[in-house]
């Protein structure tokens, strides 16, 4: 719901509903799915073969391109593997999120009372702003999440093994002192 949610605002940003051909930022929008969420969606192309394709059909075939995306990347690294990772991942957006939506809000707090001078009252307006930080705080948690879930990189198997660093050779570690203790890395009998 997410991936629909974040892709369906983007489209709309390009493509506002209700709008005319001419007013579509189409270059704009293929440039922005494939920097911001690695998706290679040939808009242009979909409405030159077929003119009469409206936002909701574009809408659609983005999102079924993500969730194509996304179904190959669980089918390389299991169902269990890649529920763990979102789990882990919108916790950690969660997280981060929270901490700046609190701080922005007690910035709203320390400066609510200047609504005042502007003939406005404090606490209608404290609510107002208060909903909308929260509002754009939800906003960012799914497109920060959509964000990640397109563009990870799953690697298979044989990619991870091939990186992981070998183990170490079994080592001998010496303090610089140590020298009188041994002769050439070999203890010194006590009887010496």
Request: aromatic share 6%; net charge negative; hydrophobic share 40%.
């Amino acid at each position: 719901n997410m991936r629909a949610d974040v892709l369906s605002e983007v489209v709309e940003g390009f493509m506002p509903p209700n709008s005319l051909e001419e007013q579509w930022d189409l270059p704009a929008l293929e440039k922005t799915l494939e920097g911001e969420f690695m998706l290679h969606a040939p808009v242009a192309e979909w409405l030159k073969q077929e003119p009469n394709l409206d936002t909701e059909e574009i809408t659609e075939r983005i999102v079924k391109l993500a969730e194509d995306n996304y179904q190959a990347k669980v089918e390389l690294a299991s169902e269990p593997v890649m529920q763990q990772f979102e789990r882990g991942l919108l916790l950690q957006i969660l997280d981060n999120c929270w901490r700046e939506h609190l701080a922005a809000m007690d910035h709203l707090r320390q400066g609510i009372h200047l609504r005042g001078y502007g003939q406005k009252n404090p606490k209608q307006e404290y609510k107002r702003e208060a909903f909308e930080l929260f509002s754009g705080m939800l906003d960012r948690i799914k497109r920060q999440v959509v964000n990640v879930l397109l563009t990870v990189q799953i690697r298979d198997q044989e990619d991870v093994e091939a990186v992981e660093p070998q183990a170490p050779q079994e080592m001998q570690l010496m303090h610089a002192d140590a020298g009188s203790a041994y002769n050439d890395g070999q203890p010194v009998p006590e009887d010496e």
